[in-house]
C-alpha cells in the first residue's frame, strides 16, 4: 500500500482550520445585520469599511453561501444570511457571557430611565441590550412617557436619566448627541395635503414634533385640524400611508411611499429636532451614557 496515498483527506470533507468560524467576523456581520450598514458596522467594531468588507468576504468563501445583497440605501439579509444572523448572535452572545464572568465590571445598582415612546422602541432597547452586556449587575427601570414628562421626571429627581428628542431648547440641562431635520410629509401621490383646514397625524400631548408643528402653522396663519393622533411617529406612519393626513416627522422616516410635501404647497420650515440626554451624574447613568455611539444615529 502506498503509505503517501493512505493519509490523503477524503474527497469533499472541509479542512479543519475551516470548520472554526472566526469570532471577530462573527461579530462583524452582527454588526452590519442590526445597524443595515457597512460603513457604520465599522464604527461599531472599529475598523475600516475595507476590513469590513474582506471579513464578510471571508465568512462567505468559508460557508460557501451569499449572505448579503446590497442596494443604494441598505444591506438585505439572503436566507443563508438569516440563517447564519441566529448563529453568530449566539456564538457572540456566549463569548461576551464568557468574558463578562472574568473581567466584567463590579459596577452595580439601580438606574432609572425615561424616554419618549418612539425612542423606547428604536434606540432604547439596542442602549439596554449594550448595558447589560457591559454592566450586568446594573438593574434598569424604564418609563415611556412624552419628552414633556420626561425632562419633568428628570427635573423632579424621579429618573437619573432623561432622553429625549426636542425642536426648541430644553427644559432642563441635557446633551446634545445629534441632531436632524424635521420635515413635513405625506404619501407619495398623496392627495391630503389639498385639503383645507389642513388635516394633520400627531403625536401624544408634550411631543416636541407636534408642539413644533403647531406652532408653525399657527405662526403662518394656516388652518388645520388634528386628524389622526398615535402614541408613536408609526402610529403617523400609518395615517400618512392611508393618506389621511399630512405630518411633521424627521427625514430618516422617509421611504419610497413617504416623501416630502412639496414646497409649492407652502407649509412652514420647521428646523431640526434632536436627541438629548441628561444625567444625575451617578455613576450608572454615566455609564449608560459612555455606550452611545455615533452609529445608533441610524437606530433611533
Given at each position: ?50 476590513a ?8 462567505e ?23 447564519l ?53 446594573i ?17 423632579q ?32 401621490g ?59 416627522l424627521?427625514?430618516?422616516l422617509?421611504?419610497r411611499?413617504l ?42
Amino acid at each position: 500500500m502506498n503509505q503517501k496515498n493512505s493519509t490523503k483527506q477524503p474527497t469533499g470533507n472541509m479542512h479543519p482550520a475551516n470548520r472554526t468560524l472566526n469570532l471577530d467576523a462573527a461579530r462583524t456581520f452582527v454588526a452590519i445585520c442590526e445597524t443595515g450598514s457597512f460603513r457604520r458596522a465599522a464604527a461599531r467594531v472599529n475598523r475600516s469599511p475595507s476590513a469590513v468588507s474582506l471579513q464578510v468576504g471571508k465568512l462567505e468563501e468559508q460557508l460557501g453561501a451569499r449572505l448579503l445583497h446590497r442596494d443604494a440605501r441598505r444591506v438585505h439579509l439572503t436566507h443563508q444570511g438569516e440563517v447564519l444572523l441566529g448563529f453568530a448572535r449566539r456564538l457572540v452572545g456566549l463569548n461576551d457571557e464568557a468574558m463578562t464572568a472574568f473581567h466584567g465590571s463590579t459596577l452595580s445598582g439601580g438606574l432609572r430611565l425615561a424616554a419618549p415612546h418612539d425612542l423606547g422602541v428604536s434606540l432604547v432597547p439596542k442602549l439596554l441590550q449594550r448595558l447589560a452586556e457591559t454592566y450586568p449587575r446594573i438593574r434598569v427601570d424604564v418609563r415611556l412617557d412624552s419628552s414633556e414628562t420626561v425632562q419633568r421626571l428628570f427635573a423632579q429627581g424621579d429618573v437619573n436619566l432623561a432622553l429625549f428628542n426636542e425642536a426648541n431648547t430644553p427644559q432642563i440641562a441635557a446633551r446634545d448627541l445629534f441632531s436632524e431635520e424635521l420635515l413635513w410629509m405625506m404619501r407619495n401621490g398623496g392627495r391630503a395635503v389639498e385639503q383645507d383646514p389642513l388635516p394633520l397625524a400627531v403625536a401624544e400631548l408634550g411631543c416636541a414634533w407636534r408642539n413644533t408643528a403647531l406652532h408653525a402653522l399657527e405662526s403662518a396663519g394656516r388652518s388645520y385640524r388634528i386628524a389622526y393622533s398615535s402614541d408613536t411617529s408609526m402610529g403617523q406612519v400609518a395615517a400618512l400611508r392611508a393618506d389621511l393626513a399630512v405630518a411633521a416627522l424627521p427625514g430618516s422616516l422617509a421611504e419610497r411611499d413617504l416623501v416630502e410635501v412639496p414646497e409649492g404647497w407652502g407649509l412652514p420650515p420647521l428646523g431640526r429636532t434632536h436627541i438629548y440626554l441628561a444625567d444625575d451624574g451617578s455613576d450608572t447613568a454615566k455609564a449608560f451614557a459612555t455606550l452611545i455611539t455615533p452609529e445608533l444615529r441610524s437606530i433611533a
